[in-house]
Nanobody
Framework: VQLQASGGGVVQPGGSLRLSCVAS????????MGWYRQAPGKQRELVAT???????NYADSLKGRFTIFRDNSKNTVYLQMNSLQSEDTAVYYC?????????WGQGTQVTVSS
């Protein structure tokens, strides 16, 4: 199983980015797909998750600015990030949970800077 994340980059404060993560390989029924992030000097933290049925869970501090959604036919999870702030600068990782195992992507850098 491979996860390929993309969509990161440099954006000004107040800007938007959309991250994508495609799962490939021996893919069966993906239960949970999610995004996590790790800022320099900090621990990795939850951003958002979404179940196969579409139920979502967000970090409290990100509700209203970030939206997670998925396309099951493409084994892809997305993260729409709006009103980005400097505190959102981090490496963003996608993760899937499938058949009682977790798989991580390689991460994509998001930098919010003027």
């Amino acid at each position: 199983v491979q996860l390929q994340a993309s969509g990161g980059g440099v954006v000004q404060p107040g800007g938007s980015l959309r991250l994508s993560c495609v799962a490939s390989g021996s893919i069966f029924s993906i239960n949970i797909m999610g995004w996590y992030r790790q800022a320099p000097g900090k621990q990795r933290e939850l951003v958002a998750t979404i179940t196969s049925g579409g139920s979502t869970n967000y970090a409290d501090s990100l509700k209203g600015r970030f939206t997670i959604f998925r396309d099951n036919s493409k084994n892809t999870v997305y993260l729409q990030m709006n009103s980005l702030q400097s505190e959102d600068t981090a490496v963003y990782y996608c993760k899937i949970s499938m058949l009682l195992r977790d798989y991580w992507g390689q991460g994509t850098q998001v930098t919010v800077s003027s």
